[in-house]
């Protein structure tokens, strides 16, 4: 799809937004490392290449623009999914904290029958819609987790362990849903009963913050009957 066909107000809204954070920067179409399938709207990697001011700074420690980053394990889930499109094709699945959209557009390019975006930030709807109309796919954004109705048969998140606050969600996953996977960069061995361990994929972030080689290293998580 041409960017000229892009929705205008919904871009100069995230525009909006970020400038309200670092005034010079722009969004930019970003080809993804290793996922060729998508592109997404993130931060032009030009604006980063820089040193921030001292009050730039504290506004991204306080509004982290993470909408316009296509985090580490999410492009790694992304790819996996597109790898294994039989994990997602012909069912109905969510996204948890779906940020810039990745993994559910990823769902949806694999053949989901629904894929639902669902993050509390608007910024981060408004991107999701931005990302699947640059892609040619069908989202249902959502801000309220337990808002969604119905059955799902998979429910899937990328680097959400690193908040505390949402490790109860772990509970509630696994009886929400056929099955979960989980991918994140920072926790190397989750200790939980009902996920574990089956893969290591390799991720990076995009644009590229530079983050050390051990946070490439992505663990995929999968829910598993407990006793």
Not at 68 to 75: E, K, N, V
Not at 174 to 200: C, F, G, I, P
Request: overall charge negative; charged content about 20%.
């Amino acid at each position: 799809m041409s960017p000229a066909k892009i929705s205008k107000p919904v871009l100069e809204a995230l525009s909006a937004s970020l400038h309200r954070v670092l005034p010079d920067a722009r969004l930019s179409i970003s080809d993804l490392p290793d996922l060729p399938e998508l592109r997404l709207w993130l931060l032009d990697p030009q604006n980063l290449d820089r040193a921030f001011a001292g009050e730039e700074t504290r506004r991204l420690l306080q509004e982290p623009p993470y909408w316009g980053f296509c985090w580490g394990s999410g492009l790694a889930l992304a790819r996996w999914i597109l790898d294994h499109p039989e994990t997602v094709r012909g069912k109905r699945v969510l996204d948890f904290g779906s940020g810039s959209g990745v993994v559910a557009l990823a769902c949806s390019l694999a053949g989901a029958s629904s894929s639902i975006a669902c993050d509390l930030d608007p910024q981060a709807q408004l991107a999701c819609k931005l990302n699947a109309e640059l892609n040619n796919q069908q989202l249902i954004c959502a801000a309220d987790y337990f808002a969604v109705s119905g059955p799902l048969d998979l429910i899937l998140a990328a680097d959400v362990l690193y908040d505390a606050d949402n490790r109860h969600f772990l509970d509630h996953f696994v009886t929400r849903a056929d099955s979960v996977l989980l991918a994140d960069s920072r926790v190397r061995d989750l200790q939980h009963a009902s996920y574990k361990r089956e893969n290591m994929l390799a991720g990076r972030t995009w644009p590229d913050l530079g983050e050390p080689a051990e946070f490439r290293q992505i663990s995929l998580y999968r829910a598993v009957q407990t006793a």
